[in-house]
DNA sequence: ATGTACAAGATTTTT
DNA sequence: TCTTGTACAT
């Protein structure tokens, strides 16, 4: 307890107001300050540190607060050191967002919590000291989603499988839903393996794995599967970690998937529960991952078998079995809110909040309730929306501010009116002395932003959009980065795929297509398959010669890279590749924005100390930090929104179809509209004075106009706390008549019409699949295939010279596709030279031959 | 190998 | 409506 007595009052957050008067200054003498300014729901969320705790908050209630406050009452208690709190929050933002109050309040003491991050960037650095464990090199590069797709899309035309019809980005969707929920090719239900006939989507599954095996890969999934996967064959470095960390904090937890919480189970030590009882869906509900995630476990070797699998105890001890006992009930500690889940179409799991209680026997629970943020009525119509949901724990929120100024609904002729009467308010707003910071729009689909991006252009009002394509994902900075992860590791396909004929140097689909063949055939790298073919007939001249200067240069780019600063080594692949010369020739207009994002990138290089950590942050962290902002409306998607605030929120876009989003009515039923009503629940939460909600009559979908009808969710809003107001558009419509004269519009007339959703179809059609037999344990198959593929950059070595004897010997009768028949007259490890009848003599490489 | 013409399909998004 | 990707001609 030293620094932590010391903090400056104003570093405590705003917005809730420290007790003044002598009495608070009293009590701060006893209490720490980080403690004085709770109040006593999130005291003793703070304070609660033994055993396992899960903090039920709700909107605005300062569940980070709490989590910053917790991590400073466990250092300053002398509980555990920095290094021994693992802390996981959902994204990047909110991990920063983490250090940075944590950093408030602590000051460097921060810099020893090397575990504060996101599941999968600690994942990744376990993965990564271990990497020799899971048959990886420690250097393995990390896939991003355009990485996974390119790859997948290969592996669909090596199995003849039509793009058209099954796009490899469905595939990738599939993998990453397995993936999530945590299931290893073996363990997908038959029924979903199916999916591109025959079972032929567990075979790729598999054959993706392998592939990725031999390009020293992993995705973004596999940083946690493959961790979970570690944990299970080494209970020692499990054990090692279990040690390590003496508290868990988990942000937003109920967001977490499967595999995130098989993670987190593992490193806690937790009892294993049962599965949540079955749902009530009727016939033939599909598999839930709740259920696949014990699939997962029965089929693999828990580390506390028996026992514990049979029914939960609820109360902890209750004389039952010594390994309850034994069992180390680590002191974890889940914040999240289930009234905020919305993330369940990509795998977030909201059962791992709901029966929190049976994985973590004796579990406490803390709900906070009070709600610092919004004003009275904001908060009684957002509490009001939500109780419409049935599956939820239940909170009752509430506030001590004013009861300020009513929500508002209004509607607009058409989404051009919604805009411009939006804009009109803004700048109301803006004259009556509010900074444009503090108003957000926040829409459903990122479609809608057009709209009012193309109004606030004609305002001339500034604005930002929020979520928009980041730094790291623009086109020229991911070629930069593939020249430079092709130099680190030259095993990355992917990455020399993207440059290989980038700037344009004649290697056209054909080329790359043999290369891939040849790779493929002889499990080594693209790279590697370069090598190999440059030196041989396969190509004509002009590509060969290209492509044996492109290798050349790559050569002397990883040499000089051992003696330059990454930094200047940046500047000069970019210059000899051509590659910065290609966009200054570039005549459209963004290509200076273009060369300028170029030199940011060499710029942000020097934080590192070489090219390898660069790119390890890179493949982890993707993302930027955003200069200072400049006042300006935040424009962005409900899901982008979550965990801010702002003053004026404006809500567009409240029609049925639209939000409900028609999808997921479809998709997912029930559970579909639920989410859909949590989003609008995390929308309204959003504002701490204003909230405006508007609906538009007409609206252009692709193209076409169509007449559209105000969400139920609007039917559900509590009339004491909407107030419905006019348009302000002006353009003729939207005054005395039409919506005006019952609530909304005509609601009630088709309001029956809800009961019938289509998704009771859509459930039908799914297939009800148990699990494939008991199968292989991940990576079984991975023994068959390593003797002939090494693994990196060696590979590269052995391709080039000998190593790989060919299984042709001299005199052999062959038949090569292109060349015909002929008979081998050299053979130089896989290189070939053969006497062709009609072509004459060739060099090629055995993959492309066969025995006569 | 590359440029152009037309068809299809178009939530939400982090790592 | 507009973007993206694929078929076709150069």
Redesign the pocket.
């Known amino acids: 307890m030293t620094e932590l007595n010391k903090l400056p009052r104003h570093d405590l957050p705003d917005h809730q107001p420290m007790a003044g008067g002598i009495a608070a200054r009293a009590r701060a003498a006893a209490a720490p300050p980080y403690l004085t300014a709770l109040n006593p729901e999130q005291r003793e969320a703070v304070e609660t540190l033994d055993g396992p705790v899960l903090v039920l908050a709700g909107a605005g209630t300062g569940k980070t607060r709490v989590l910053t406050s917790r991590i400073a009452h466990i250092l300053s208690t002398g509980r555990a050191r920095p290094h021994e709190i693992l802390s996981v929050t959902f994204?990047?933002?909110a991990a920063r967002e983490m250090k940075h109050r944590l950093g408030q309040m602590l000051g460097h003491a921060v810099e020893g919590m090397p575990w504060l991050g996101?599941f999968?960037?600690i994942g990744g650095r376990i993965l990564r000291v271990h990497a020799e464990l899971v048959q990886l090199k420690s250097n393995f590069t990390v896939l991003?989603?355009d990485d996974q797709v390119r790859l997948l899309k290969q592996l669909l035309q090596a199995d003849g499988i039509d793009?058209?019809r099954w796009p490899a980005r469905m595939l990738a969707g599939l993998i990453?839903g397995w993936k999530n929920r945590g299931l290893t090719p073996s363990q997908v239900p038959s029924g979903e393996a199916a999916v591109f006939g025959n079972g032929r989507g567990g075979k790729l599954y598999t054959a993706y794995q392998e592939r990725l095996k031999t390009l020293n890969a992993a995705d973004?999934?596999d940083l946690l599967l493959e961790n979970i996967r570690l944990f299970r064959e080494n209970p020692d470095v499990l054990r090692g970690y279990q040690n390590r960390f003496k508290y868990i904090l988990v942000d937003e937890y109920q967001d977490t998937n499967v595999a995130q919480y098989l993670w987190l189970r593992l490193l806690s030590q937790m009892a294993t529960s049962t599965p949540p009882p079955s749902p009530p869906a009727g016939e033939g509900a599909e598999p839930r991952s709740g259920e696949a995630g014990e699939g997962l476990l029965s089929a693999s070797d828990d580390p506390s078998p028996g026992s514990l699998r049979s029914p939960p105890s609820p109360a902890r001890g209750e004389g039952s079995s010594a390994s309850i006992e034994t069992l180390r009930q680590k002191n974890i500690c889940c914040v999240g809110d289930d009234d905020q889940s919305i993330y369940g179409?990509?795998g977030a799991e909201v059962d791992n909040i709901l029966r929190f209680d049976h994985d973590f026997p004796g579990a406490k629970i803390i709900r906070l309730e009070r709600n610092y943020r919004s004003t009275g009525h904001i908060l009684a119509a957002a509490s009001h929306l939500i109780a419409h949901n049935e599956s939820r724990l239940g909170k009752t929120l509430r506030t001590e501010d004013v009861e300020g100024e009513k929500v508002t609904v209004t509607g607009a002729w058409d989404s051009e009116e919604e805009a411009r009467a939006i804009g009109e308010e803004i700048e109301q707003l803006q004259r009556a002395g509010d900074k444009l910071n503090e108003v957000a729009i926040l829409v459903?689909?990122?479609?809608q932003m057009r709209e009012f991006e193309d109004r606030f252009v004609t305002l001339g009002l500034p604005y930002r959009v929020i979520?928009g394509p980041r730094f790291y994902e623009r086109a020229e900075i991911r070629d930069a980065l593939a020249y430079l992860r092709v130099i680190n590791s030259p095993a990355d396909d992917l990455a020399f795929e993207r440059i290989v004929?980038v700037p344009?140097?004649?290697?056209?689909?054909?080329?790359v297509q043999l290369l891939y063949d040849h790779a493929r055939k002889q499990r080594m790298s693209l790279a590697a398959a370069a090598r190999a073919i440059a030196d041989t007939d396969e190509l004509k001249p002009k590509?060969r010669g290209t492509l044996r200067g492109l290798m050349d240069n790559f050569d002397r780019w990883r040499m000089q890279s051992q003696a330059m600063p990454h930094t200047e080594l940046a500047e000069i692949v970019l210059d000899e590749s051509g590659y910065t010369e290609m966009w200054q020739k570039d005549r459209s207009a963004d290509a200076a924005g273009r060369l300028e994002n170029l030199k940011e990138l060499v710029r942000s290089m020097e934080e590192f100390e070489n090219l390898q950590g660069f790119l390890e942050h890179i493949s982890?962290v993707?993302?930027r930090d955003g200069g200072p902002e400049e006042d300006a409306v935040s424009l962005?998607?409900l899901?982008?929104a979550k965990g801010l605030e702002f003053d004026n929120v404006f809500l567009p876009g409240w029609e049925e179809g639209l939000f409900p989003?028609q999808?997921?009515l479809d998709?997912q039923g029930r559970a579909?509209l639920e989410e859909e009503r949590r989003l609008a629940h995390v929308g309204i939460t959003r504002a701490r004075k204003r909230a405006k909600l508007y609906f538009a009559t007409n609206r252009?979908i692709?193209?076409?106009w169509s007449t559209t009808v105000p969400s139920r969710f609007l039917d559900e809003l509590p009339t004491d706390n909407v107030e419905i107001t006019e348009s302000k558009g002006g353009s003729g419509w939207g005054g005395s008549s039409g919506y005006g004269a019952s609530r909304f519009d005509n609601l009630e007339a088709f309001g029956s019409s809800y009961s019938t959703p289509g998704w009771q179809r859509a459930q039908a059609n799914r297939s009800r699949g148990g699990f494939n037999e008991a199968g292989t344990p991940y990576g079984a198959n991975g023994g068959s295939r390593a003797r002939r593929a090494p693994l990196t950059i060696e590979g590269e070595l052995i391709a080039k010279s000998t190593g790989t004897t060919s299984e042709y010997s001299l005199g052999d009768r062959v038949f090569h596709q292109k060349f015909g028949y002929g008979r081998i007259v050299k053979v130089d490890g896989n290189k070939l030279t053969i006497a062709f009848d009609k072509a004459g003599e060739k060099k090629v490489v055995d993959s492309f031959i066969q025995r006569a």
């Open positions: 994204t990047n933002k996101t999968h960037s991003d989603v793009d058209k990453d973004f999934g179409w990509r459903r689909a990122s479609f979520g004929n344009k140097r004649g290697i056209g689909d054909a080329t590509p982890l993707m993302d962005m998607t899901h982008s989003h999808r997921a998709e579909g252009r692709h193209g076409t």
